[in-house]
T-cell receptor, first 112, second 112 residues
Framework: TQLLEQSPQFLSIQEGENLTVYCNSS?????LQWYRQEPGEGPVLLVT?????EVKKLKRLTFQFGDARKDSSLHITAAQPGDTGLYLC????????????FGSGTQLTVLP | NAGVTQTPKFQVLKTGQSMTLQCAQD?????MYWYRQDPGMGLRLIYY???????DKGEVPNGYNVSRLNKREFSLRLESAAPSQTSVYFC???????????FGPGTRLTVL
């Protein structure tokens, strides 16, 4: 059973600040996805990273997949209240239905 | 185009009662999933279905049964509800070769 850790568990910052959240494991993954979940809704895909060392940018969000494909980070520049939500990482774990395993998430609150 | 719908949105049960959570998709995808989400524990897979007529256990199947009678619908049944099953339940479908999961809005279940 793989261990998937997301840190920090909670993060509260002021609007305009930068932040980084992490997703770490001892297992190697073929790919990893990041989702954002807003209160009262289901998670929504932000990005998929596949190649070790890959960096993807989505406006003010920068995603990186570790060189060894065991970890990933999400950096947000100049956070806004609209970035508030639960950020979940989900590495692909295979199986006949190509299951994902979700981390417990980082709950981000951006204060105006 | 509703995507993934779940009914009901909210439900309160007494211990020992039974109920079925309904999930339907209008996106014509094969793989469907049921998750539960509890504070600090992320999303845990209960059951999944790779195609019509097939179902498999996930990480936490005890106390649940599922049915995939057609491609559109995947239902989750609690035969004898317990307080430990108080949770938010999400249905999801898998889209395409990227393994993106598209979630429904969730059912918030409380078992007293």
């Amino acid at each position: 059973t793989q261990l998937l850790e997301q840190s920090p568990q909670f993060l509260s910052i002021q609007e305009g600040e930068n932040l980084t959240v992490y997703c770490n494991s001892s297992s190697v993954f073929s790919s990893l996805q990041w989702y954002r979940q807003e209160p009262g809704e289901g998670p929504v895909l932000l990005v998929t990273v596949v190649t070790g060392g890959e960096v993807k940018k989505l406006k003010r969000l920068t995603f990186q997949f570790g060189d060894a494909r065991k970890d990933s980070s999400l950096h947000i520049t100049a956070a806004q209240p609209g970035d508030t939500g639960l950020y979940l990482c989900a590495p692909k774990t295979g199986g006949s239905a190509r299951q994902l395993t979700f981390g417990s998430g980082t709950q981000l609150t951006v204060l105006p | 185009n509703a995507g993934v719908t779940q009914t009901p949105k909210f439900q309160v049960l007494k211990t020992g009662q039974s109920m079925t959570l309904q999930c339907a998709q209008d996106m014509n995808h094969n793989s469907m999933y049921w998750y539960r989400q509890d504070p600090g524990m992320g999303l845990r897979l209960i059951y999944y279905s790779a195609s019509e007529g097939t179902t498999d256990k996930g990480e936490v199947p005890n106390g649940y049964n599922v049915s995939r009678l057609n491609k559109r619908e995947f239902s989750l049944r609690l035969e004898s509800a317990a307080p430990s099953q108080t949770s938010v339940y999400f249905c999801a479908i898998r889209i395409g070769s990227t393994d993106t999961q598209y979630f429904g809005p969730g059912t918030r279940l409380t078992v007293l």
